[in-house]
């Protein structure tokens, strides 16, 4: 008596939600090559951001296969110190000061 009642109700609540609202959001597939060969292939919503590497089944690193990206990120070559010195010093600037540098190096080492 109580199952049927619960199932009634189950099936009463379903009828009423239309799949129509059920829209799916489009789809596009991504393709990973793993270094071993294999590829796979994950459908994501076009909305989503798609991850550039994905691991394999086999355990290795399978890479986003490059026609699939769509906005290919510039990747930013992390600045050295080096880099940021150069910034504000040019080579000639910097000689000079190495040269300051180690004739004080030198001065202090001869007065020892
Ligand atoms: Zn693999």
């Given at each position: 008596m109580a199952d049927r009642a619960l199932r009634g109700m189950r099936l009463g609540t379903q009828s009423?939600?239309?799949?129509?609202?059920a829209e799916l959001a489009e789809r596009r597939d991504a393709h990973y090559d793993c270094p071993n060969g294999h590829v796979l292939t994950f459908p994501f919503s076009v909305e989503a951001e798609v991850p550039l590497s994905w691991e394999c089944h086999c355990g290795s690193l399978a890479l986003l296969r490059?026609?699939?990206?769509p906005e290919p990120k510039e990747e930013k070559a992390a600045r050295t110190h080096w880099d940021m010195l150069l910034e504000r010093r040019t080579i000639p600037e910097l000689e000079e000061l190495l040269e300051e540098r180690l004739e004080y190096l030198r001065s202090m080492r001869a007065s020892a």
């Open positions: 009423l939600e239309s799949t129509e609202h490059d026609g699939d990206r």
